[in-house]
């Protein structure tokens, strides 16, 4: 079983900083995702990355997959209260047909 | 297009109760993923459908789950007798194809139906 340990578990943070959250493994993937979860709502896809030391940026976030596919990064920018929510990674093997999850981080982003 | 439906959105048992919930793919999307979410927790898959083949039901408890693909399309994931540690959110998905990473690989999820075990 493939294991995913994301950190930091809780984020709060005022409108306006930056943060970064990780997820870790020591498997590699053929492909990693980044979800983001409201609420009272399932999991949104923000980005997959799949090619080892891949740079993807999406407006104010950019995410990263590491050299060896073994972990990523999620970088927000001047972080606005919108940007709330649980950040989930998952990660797949290129034989597996599932993803594997990892246990989340809460951002709170105060006005 | 229409998203991933599921139902209800809540329930509350007391333990040993049987509960059922359903769920909607997208339409003509093959694959169909149950997926049980405890608080603080992410997603773990509990069952897997491509068309109406289970492709992995490893992780899902089979002395008291079952779920079942109604000609390919539909789904019911049922839990009889319900334990405390069933209290989760349980979330269904689909995608357009499975094995390996494609872009047919994408995941859209529903809003999760919400199971309280008293």
């Known amino acids: 079983t493939q294991l995913l340990e994301q950190s930091p578990q809780f984020l709060s943070i005022q409108e306006g900083e930056n943060l970064t959250v990780y997820c870790n493994s020591s498997?590699?993937?053929?492909?990693l995702q980044w979800y983001r979860q409201e609420p009272g709502e399932g999991p949104v896809l923000l980005v997959t990355?799949?090619?080892?030391?891949e740079v993807k940026k999406l407006k104010r976030l950019t995410f990263q997959f590491g050299d060896a596919r073994k972990d990523s990064s999620l970088h927000i920018t001047a972080a606005q209260p919108g940007d709330t929510g649980l950040y989930l990674c998952?990660?797949?093997?290129?034989?597996?047909?599932?993803?594997?999850f990892g246990s989340g981080t809460q951002l709170t982003v105060l006005p | 297009e229409a998203g991933v439906a599921q139902s209800p959105r809540y329930k509350i048992i007391e333990k040993r109760q049987s509960v059922a919930f359903w769920c909607n793919p997208i339409?003509?999307?093959?694959?169909l993923y149950w997926y049980q979410q405890i608080l603080g927790q992410g997603p773990k898959l509990l069952i897997q459908?491509?068309?109406?083949?289970?492709?992995?039901d490893s992780q899902l408890p089979k002395d008291r789950f079952s779920a079942e693909r109604l000609k390919g399309v539909d789904s019911t994931l049922k839990i009889q007798p319900a334990k405390l540690e069933d209290s989760a959110v349980y979330l269904c998905?689909?995608?357009?194809?499975?094995?390996?990473?494609?872009?047919?690989?994408?995941?859209?999820f529903g809003a999760g139906s919400r199971l309280t075990v008293l």
């Open positions: 998905a689909s995608s357009l194809g499975a094995g390996g990473w494609s872009g047919a690989n994408v995941l859209t």
């Open positions: 498997s590699v993937f053929s492909s």
């Open positions: 990355v799949v090619t080892g030391g």
């Open positions: 998952a990660g797949s093997t290129g034989s597996a047909r599932q993803l594997t």
């Open positions: 339409s003509g999307h093959a694959t």
């Open positions: 459908f491509q068309n109406n083949g289970v492709v992995d």
